[in-house]
């Protein structure tokens, strides 16, 4: 195998899993050449990834148009092994969610949402996720890795077998960059996978039938303008800097009007530019924020989806009443911009991106018992205030607060006082003077949400609960 060419789409972690390179990882590029010092052809390349990606076979002793002794040779070069399914949901609705577990046991999920004119699914880019989007199942999880091209394409062929399992021989008509993860957070894998989608000897998609659904990170959406410019969905959920940064942590990194510019200089073309909205009760759902949305939007073709919320364990926000829904959906409407309410699909099968992964991952990381057996080996005592550079700054008491464990301690006494109540995980209350014995390790990343909450951030992504706040 020859190194000319950088890996695409291999991480480091599936180098030290995998003893052979996946197939699906590879580009034709690459394996053209490996053809060709193999003493083969540079065109059986095109040849066995029209196997995989456009007849979807894996089994090579079927690859009739490779001579039998490269069949032989490319099952032992390489691995054509996918990601394995875990879970299949399946809902009222006709939607069915998979959840895929990877080599290296990471979980990750996608949607398969068939109806009578098209067959959308709904594809995750990454394992977790970092913007750390308050509303967000994903959010909570933070970012465990990138998905490989190879596995965002895995994604695809369990869609297909579970099509034909039903009986369906359509095609996979759209693809929404919408499961787990901040696709344009991990974009060079992403623009991979997705040639090879609208590849026409490959899935042969349509460019305006993939979207690509971002929190907003503006030098990516300026990078894909330039390069790879497909169907662009927004995240927006408010137009108000203020409370847009309490949902999304994001904001803070990129405004509102620095998006606002990237969008204005987006080749979105006839299609526009859709932006997510999810209601949130009392909180953005309102005709003043309605009337901010219309403002942001001037001089855009937009599409606005009103997004109902969808409830899950742990989320501080309640979905908004129908009625303020549909005056938020009218003052748009009689301004000329479309605002469908969407239902997301799979609401019985939890449906939005993430849910069904955290439950699983909570199922099978998250023990009960976070009290130490002995005396934690901490330098300072509890009571120490934090440094001038340690102080988290200037933060809303209704905002997700991450960072080393003393630095959301003294964030969590700043919102609580030095004179409260906690509850810890076991149920057990106690002061805040106890909390020293009781906590096994202050080496940790901690997370104190709005709720008042803390959680203990693994090594894995995953975040265990350590205490609440008894009382707010
Ligand atoms: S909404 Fe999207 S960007 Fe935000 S945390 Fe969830 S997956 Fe990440």
Redesign the pocket.
């Known amino acids: 195998m020859t190194n000319s060419e950088p890996k695409i789409g291999r991480e480091n972690f599936l180098s030290e899993t995998l003893s052979r390179e996946s197939i699906f990882d590879i580009s034709e590029k690459r394996l053209s050449e490996w053809f060709v010092q193999a003493n083969g052809k540079a065109f059986w390349a095109r040849q066995t990834l029209r196997w995989l990606f456009e007849k979807r076979v894996l089994d090579t002793k079927q690859y009739t148009d490779i001579p039998p002794i490269f069949r032989e040779k490319l099952s032992q070069e390489f691995s054509f092994e996918l990601p394995k399914i875990d879970s299949l949901l399946a809902s009222s609705d006709g939607s069915e969610k998979i959840l895929l577990k990877s080599i290296d046991e990471k979980y990750f999920e996608c949607v398969l949402m068939p109806s009578p004119d098209r067959v959308t699914i709904c594809v995750s880019s990454?394992v977790?996720?970092?913007?750390?989007?308050t509303?967000?199942?994903?959010?909570?999880l933070g970012l465990s890795r990138n998905l490989t091209k190879g596995e965002i394409l895995a994604q695809l062929l369990w869609c297909y077998k579970q099509l034909e399992k039903r009986g369906d021989d359509r095609r996979i008509t759209n693809v929404v960059f919408?499961?787990?993860?901040?696709p344009l957070?991990n974009l060079d894998n992403v623009i991979e996978a997705t040639r090879v989608m609208l590849a026409p000897h490959y899935f042969g998609m349509s460019k305006h039938r993939v979207t690509v659904?971002?929190?907003g990170l503006v030098p990516e959406i300026r990078r894909m303008a330039k390069e790879f410019p497909l169907r662009l969905a927004i995240?927006l959920h408010s137009a108000d800097p203020t409370r847009r940064t309490q949902l999304?942590p994001?904001n803070r990194q990129h405004s509102l009007e620095e998006l606002k510019k990237a969008l204005l200089d987006y080749p979105a073309g006839r299609d526009g530019i859709t932006f997510e909205y999810i209601m949130l009760d009392g909180v953005n759902d309102t005709v003043e924020y309605a009337k901010k949305l219309v403002k942001f939007l001037h001089g855009l073709k937009a599409k606005v989806n009103l997004i109902p919320m969808n409830a899950h364990p742990g989320m501080e926000w309640k979905p908004s009443q129908e009625k303020n829904m549909r005056e938020f959906q009218k003052y748009l409407s009689d301004r000329s911009i479309p605002a469908p309410i969407r239902y997301s699909r799979g609401y019985d099968i939890s449906g939005a991106?993430?849910q069904l992964a955290a439950k699983r991952e909570n199922e099978l990381h998250l023990p009960p018992k976070r009290i130490a057996k002995t005396p934690p080996k901490a330098t300072r005592p509890a009571t120490q205030q934090p440094t001038q550079q340690e102080t988290p700054g200037q933060q809303s008491t209704d905002t997700t607060f991450c960072g080393g464990a003393w630095k959301v301690w003294a964030e969590f006494l700043k919102r609580y006082g030095r004179d409260s109540a906690i509850k810890m995980a076991d149920g057990q209350t106690i002061h805040t003077n106890q909390v020293m014995r009781h906590v096994e390790s202050w080496d940790h990343q901690w997370v104190l949400t709005p709720a008042g909450e803390v959680l203990e951030r693994q090594p894995n992504g995953t975040d265990v609960s350590l205490f609440a706040i008894a009382k707010k």
């Open positions: 990454q977790g996720c970092r913007m750390a989007c509303f967000c199942q994903t959010g909570r919408m499961g787990m993860g901040e957070d659904s971002t929190c995240s999304m994001v991106c993430g």
